[in-house]
DNA sequence: TTGTATGCGTTATCAG
DNA sequence: CTGATAACGCATACAA
């Protein structure tokens, strides 16, 4: 690796023999002899002998590497999803580069920009709230480069996404607060534009819907920055305390955003769930600590991570071109801790 | 980058020139007239011309990325050491790849052999609660590959390390805990070999010794996962409530650990603080929500990273060789949160 | 079955 | 000031 590794050169003088011998040798070649091949093997363990994957790059135009873009890593959604792209990755011999956007459009753009230029072999994205314009993935697209969405989803691109059924997993939470009797449920959510806002916040519109509630716009508030910065979801969350009537529920629609409120809430010294209903997403295996009787969304993280990297292995290696795209809908776990308004039970549901 | 990438070869043909030209006009190299500068810049820029890093890598013989390992990066404490890291090192044009070993000495080998075998041009690493045999750091070392330990460092191998004044750190917490009353105080520590583990456990000692307190093998109770299970802390924990008498405060000595005590008292019903102290380490913002008063010792993770990343691109672009190594010492911060027994406070101390 | 020559994209050396 | 050539480590088409 660093002083003077041993090259595949250094065998063949040693052997007698020439680089390309060597090299088949190495590659378990139908073409070189059982008796030469040993001979190779054997002084290639010997000596320790590692492949140069750089050399290998240069020479097969793939680096073997692929990156991964995701607003932070800190967040236990995308820390499960990344483990579960590393055990796909690592399996086939590639390593994944993680880049972190900070939920911020700027950087977004400069990680992909580098990791673009390191060349790595395919890309696996959830875009950050800022993300407005696409031309950069559609340019990446049309070049070659292999790319997957997941969660926060680019629907302008044509290529393979991972993402759960949105809808339906704040459908049913919204519903969980209808059946504990919760009448006035407001709803903090991401950047407006993101995929998941959309899809999430029609779910609850949905449930409040059948359940004749009306659709106030005011019980609605939007964090642009994701709950980044914790400022934005106290703001959100004194807006909706300012309301007459009081929102007597809020569903949240990331994880950011679920704890961002619960530390607000708290801090206004509003008990969840008695003073407040809350559900909303949640992935990190703390919640009985945040909140013993938090109810949440729960994603498939690490599955999540897994289909991604297959479908990008897929798009990657796949002999001949995609003729269909595929968007794989996972579905969500509503992980039920309270059974608000006085009756406590424990229940999970799948 | 995948389809055609356009290269100096193209540029030197489109402008009659010579690649050595082009190239060195690209370098900005003082032996090219303004001109040709100019024209090759220029025209660069128009057919958005990217150096391909690669064939860079082949040619210099480095990487330009190096490696982190850690046990897990879903850790608050991990992660902001590695956004410290990528703060330093992509300003420099680094990229950085991440492993995580889980604790596991295999994992963690496998991830070094990787990493090693990819050429990269440094690595950070703070060990697993498994690492014993340290021959394979040696030899990597010995081969010219830059180290920088942080955290969990290693004493045979001399390099750069960045620690915290881990026993001061835990003898405050210790005091701490002592000033308000409690008189039998348990710790929950690492695995025994780690040098945080050695080093915490004296902070812990020397308190209960300043005070005149039995220093009780019994109190200590050591976790080898470091706490990855939760079945691990669950038994140190319940060793510890079997005692009698019973221990009235816990010192924990990793992020992992409060936690997982936390988890585990709260599932037996034990309030903390009031029926049982606790103060331990905790990188997370999310304490309040954890437990609202728990004091914590935070680590200065960010500055940390970067230091540990500062260090490494001195070993990495150092002209001369290393004489002397340097370990570099920052303090933790004690966030009193409780003021047990009684009375409550809300102070931060540096 | 093995060896020779060439090229991947770039820079360094040496001539001109 | 500019150009031809070799080299980084490897794989492969082509020759033998």
Redesign the pocket.
């Known amino acids: 690796m660093k002083f003077e590794?041993v090259?595949?050169?250094d065998i063949?003088k040693s052997l007698?023999?020439?680089?390309?011998?060597v090299?088949?040798?190495?590659?378990d070649?139908?073409?070189?002899?059982?008796?030469?091949?040993k001979k190779v093997l054997e002084y290639a363990e010997k000596i320790n002998?590692?492949?140069?994957p750089?050399?290998?790059s240069?020479?097969?135009?793939r680096s073997f590497s692929i990156g991964v873009v995701v607003c932070e890593i800190a967040n236990s959604f995308f820390s499960q999803i990344i483990n579960g792209i590393e055990s796909i990755a690592n399996q086939r011999g590639y390593n994944v580069i993680i880049a972190q956007s900070g939920e911020s459009f700027e950087r977004e753009l400069g990680n992909l920009q580098f990791l673009a230029s390191r060349s790595v072999d395919g890309l696996i994205i959830s875009v950050s709230t800022e993300t407005r314009d696409f031309e950069f993935f559609r340019s990446l697209k049309e070049k070659g480069l292999p790319i997957v969405f997941f969660d926060r989803i680019v629907d302008e691109i044509e290529t393979h996404k991972v993402i759960v059924d949105n809808k339906k997993g704040v459908y049913d939470a919204t519903n969980h607060l209808i059946r504990n009797g919760y009448t006035r449920i407001a709803a903090i959510a991401n950047a407006k534009e993101l995929s998941i806002t959309k899809d999430r916040l029609a779910g609850y519109q949905s449930a409040l819907e059948e359940n004749h509630f009306a659709v106030n716009e005011c019980l609605i508030q939007y964090c642009q920055h994701g709950g980044m910065i914790l400022s934005e979801v106290q703001e959100a969350v004194s807006n909706l305390l300012k309301l007459s009537p009081r929102p007597d529920a809020i569903v949240s629609t990331s994880d950011k955003l679920t704890t961002g409120s619960l530390r607000i809430l708290k801090a206004n010294n509003i008990e969840v769930p008695d003073q407040m209903g809350l559900v909303g997403f949640s992935n990190t295996d703390l919640t009985e600590l945040l909140n013993p009787s938090l109810t949440v969304i729960k994603q498939p993280a690490f599955e999540m991570g897994r289909l991604a990297s297959e479908l990008l292995f897929q798009l990657i290696e796949g002999k001949q071109p995609v003729v269909e795209f595929e968007t794989r809908v996972l579905t969500t776990e509503l992980i039920i801790r309270d059974s608000t308004k006085g009756k406590k039970e424990m229940t999970v549901d799948g």
Chains 1, 2 share one sequence.
């Open positions: 590794a090259t595949i050169k063949a007698g023999l020439s680089t390309s011998t090299s088949r040798a190495l590659r070649s139908y073409e070189i002899s059982p008796e030469t091949k002998y590692q492949p140069n750089i050399a290998l240069l020479k097969q135009r």
